[in-house]
């Protein structure tokens, strides 16, 4: 009889990663303290500078602390990164502009290839003007799966959008930040 094994038990089914629960519930405290960097991370590359990042995170913490028993634990990681994204919008549709701010000084390094890493240090802050300055559709989806390494199915869930949006999104995202990159090295 299919489905069954020699005992006549059935066998269990397939595990959904989508639909699979954890046990237990995580405390909320151990959660942001799990995630903090990364919502960091994502909060900088969105508001485009440090204070701002450090208010959106905060308001992403006591958003989740309010709201956490409405959770059902499944995926904290990506229901932090939505409450920290309806955050950013919300505050963005209230000044109805983004903020823009100057790069981080460069600290000297002390090694022997001195140039050589303030060449790096140039190309990564090129690159991330670049994504910086594409319109946000594409910047989130690019700061999800390249700079902070999401798939494709938790960047789908987090921005609340089809896997095939996800995928489109994320082309045309490095192809702008491609040609970006190529005028500025044409310079």
């Known amino acids: 009889m299919a489905g069954t094994t020699a005992t006549s038990q059935p066998l269990p089914k ?3 990663f989508m639909n699979a629960a954890p046990k237990t519930k995580q405390n909320i405290g151990d959660v942001l303290a799990q995630h903090l960097e990364l919502l960091y991370r994502i909060a900088r590359r969105l508001t485009g500078n440090d204070p701002d990042a450090e208010d959106l ?6 958003l989740a602390f309010n709201n956490w028993d409405k959770n059902d ?3 904290p990681k990506s229901w932090l990164i939505t409450i920290l994204r309806n955050e950013f919008y919300q505050t963005v549709r209230k000044r109805n502009r983004r903020s823009e701010s100057s790069l981080d000084n460069v600290a000297e390094p002390t090694q022997d290839n001195f140039w050589q890493a303030i060449d790096r240090q140039l190309e990564v802050e090129k690159i991330l003007e670049a994504v910086d300055s594409i319109a946000d559709e594409y910047r ?3 700061t999800l799966c390249d700079i902070e390494e999401f798939n494709y199915e938790e960047a789908a869930q987090i921005l609340a959008i089809p896997i095939g949006t996800v995928k489109s999104r994320l082309f ?5 930040v491609r040609s970006k990159l190529t005028a500025y ?3």
């Open 185 to 187: 090295t044409a310079n």
């Open 140 to 142: 989130e989806v690019i």
């Open 73 to 75: 634990g499944c995926y």
């Open 172 to 176: 045309r995202a490095r192809k702008l």
């Open 14 to 16: 397939k595990a959904n």
């Open 57 to 62: 995170v905060s308001q992403t913490i006591i």
